[in-house]
């Protein structure tokens, strides 16, 4: 077994435990492989596995990986997305995990109409932690945002996605995926049309707590392709 099938063995086996605890179905749980450290022959590795979606941050980075290995897979851009980037990204990966304000949904409306491509599936960025470092929308914003966005029919709002503080215990971030589940279920109730049925949260130092508070997505870098900085 090589380091990579190890890893995502390991991986599977923490995904069961966190469901088995919060009482979910394995199945309800996506895993996004950020192989934003990784070569076009490691990526490649990734998707031998059967792992289905890559996630990648540097529009620059992704290209070459994309133009080599893109009809293998699922692409994600997760990465804070500048507009001039998103010709980039549009008709090219799947979904967006990283839409915060409405000048970017209008180019990308602009690009998918342009280009005749489906709607864009995006996760709407909320920053739930208020960290000044972060992207995103405030959960003050959230609503009116996500109103905004569902009135272009070029994009699909499939879900939420933050990112929680770095911490030495997991457990300290619990709060800021919750708060999301909350934002998620109130959203649901005053705008039932926009559905947002997924929540992107939570990456290799904390995916299991992400999990018990009702991730759908989780975004794993060092614990699934190795290396010691944070993956997303």
């Not at 915060?100 to 602009?110: C, H, K, N, V």
């Not at 290799?204 to 009702?214: L, R, V």
Request: proline residues 4%; contains cysteine.
């Amino acid at each position: 077994m090589n380091e990579f099938a190890y890893r995502w063995e390991n991986v599977k086996q923490r995904i069961e435990q966190a469901c088995f605890r919060s009482g979910r179905n394995p199945g309800e749980v996506n895993v996004l492989a950020v192989t934003k450290y990784l070569d076009i022959e490691g990526t490649r590795n990734i998707l031998d596995l059967g792992l289905q979606h890559i996630g990648e941050n540097r529009v620059q980075n992704a290209l070459p990986k994309w133009e080599e290995l893109g009809d293998r897979g699922t692409w994600h851009f997760i990465g804070h997305l500048q507009r001039r980037k998103v010709k980039d990204v549009v008709g090219r990966f799947a979904y967006i995990h990283s839409l915060d304000r409405f000048s970017l949904a209008e180019e990308i409306d602009r690009r998918v109409a342009a280009g005749g491509y489906p709607p864009q599936r995006c996760f709407l960025q909320v920053n739930v932690s208020g960290e000044e470092s972060k992207y995103g929308i405030s959960p003050q914003e959230l609503e009116e945002f996500a109103c905004e966005v569902a009135n272009l029919s070029t994009i699909e709002i499939v879900g939420l996605m933050t990112m929680a503080p770095i911490a030495n215990d997991p457990e300290e971030v619990r709060p800021v995926f919750r708060e999301l589940k909350r934002l998620q279920g109130k959203l649901q109730r005053l705008r039932p049309r926009l559905r947002v049925p997924h929540l992107s949260m939570g990456m290799s130092q904390d995916f299991e707590i992400a999990i018990e508070e009702g991730a759908t997505w989780v975004r794993l870098g060092s614990v699934l392709v190795g290396g010691g900085k944070r993956g997303r």
